[in-house]
T-cell receptor, first 112, second 116 residues
Framework: SQQGEEDPQALSIQEGENATMNCSYK?????LQWYRQNSGRGLVHLIL?????REKHSGRLRVTLDTSKKSSSLLITASRAADTASYFC????????????FGKGTMLLVSP | GAGVSQTPSNKVTEKGKYVELRCDPI?????LYWYRQSLGQGPEFLIY????????DSGLPNDRFFAVRPEGSVSTLKIQRTERGDSAVYLC??????????????FGPGTRLTVL
């Protein structure tokens, strides 16, 4: 079963606008990761935030983590058409932290 | 090559046939993962290798699925007696660390399997 659930399922915005995606999870985690996927093929790692961190930035990306609410958000600022993709949150499966479980993703469409 | 590679990129087969999907991880990565992704879903974990051994195969759906990594680098996912429900994109990922869930995983482009 998939632990993470992204919201919304789909998001359509104009270039230059900000895009916010949310992820909720069920069990305790030590980190949460966000990945991007273009055209239904390989995933690209965007950012990892650890459970003792509340916010992390990478370029135009800002990720927050609220462990009390078991939720995370990914903000993409000043979006570009090239940001069009599906975005997934992923969390370690178990205490061994050996594998990841992914949500169903948010499909983002950025129109020029 | 610098990244994870997977072959073939597309595979069309008939119900009941046997298929092999290959994954070439990033050189030096000890951890290797197979995932399966159906349309509109996120990747679903199948099996995880640490070196040559399968450290966790709890995601394999049934005994028609099997994977090997005999020399600790290239891995092959084998599916026997394929069924239409096996149609999906099969993704491979590798990680340099033993604790792959704590680190970034590097994904290949996937193999799109279609069972007719």
């Amino acid at each position: 079963s998939q632990q993470g659930e992204e919201d919304p399922q789909a998001l359509s915005i104009q270039e230059g606008e900000n895009a916010t995606m949310n992820c909720s999870y069920k069990t305790s985690i030590n980190n949460l990761q966000w990945y991007r996927q273009n055209s239904g093929r390989g995933l690209v790692h965007l950012i990892l935030i650890r459970s003792n961190e509340r916010e992390k930035h990478s370029g135009r990306l800002r990720v927050t983590l609220d462990t009390s609410k078991k939720s995370s958000s990914l903000l993409i600022t000043a979006s570009r058409a090239a940001d069009t993709a599906s975005y997934f949150c992923a969390t370690p499966v178990n205490s061994g932290y050996s594998t990841l479980t992914f949500g169903k993703g948010t499909m983002l469409l950025v129109s020029p | 090559g610098a990244g994870v590679s997977q072959t073939p990129s597309n595979k069309v087969t008939e119900k009941g046939k046997y298929v092999e999907l290959r994954c070439d991880p990033i050189s030096g990565h000890t951890a290797l993962y197979w995932y399966r992704q159906s349309l509109g879903q996120g990747p679903e974990f199948l099996i995880y290798f640490q070196g040559t051994g399968a450290a966790d195969d709890s995601g394999l759906p049934n005994d028609r699925f099997f994977a090997v990594r005999p020399e600790g680098s290239v891995s092959t996912l084998k599916i026997q007696r394929t069924e239409r429900g096996d149609s999906a994109v099969y993704l491979c990922a590798s990680s340099p660390s033993r604790s792959g869930g704590n680190n970034e995983q590097f994904f290949g482009p996937g193999t799109r399997l279609t069972v007719l």
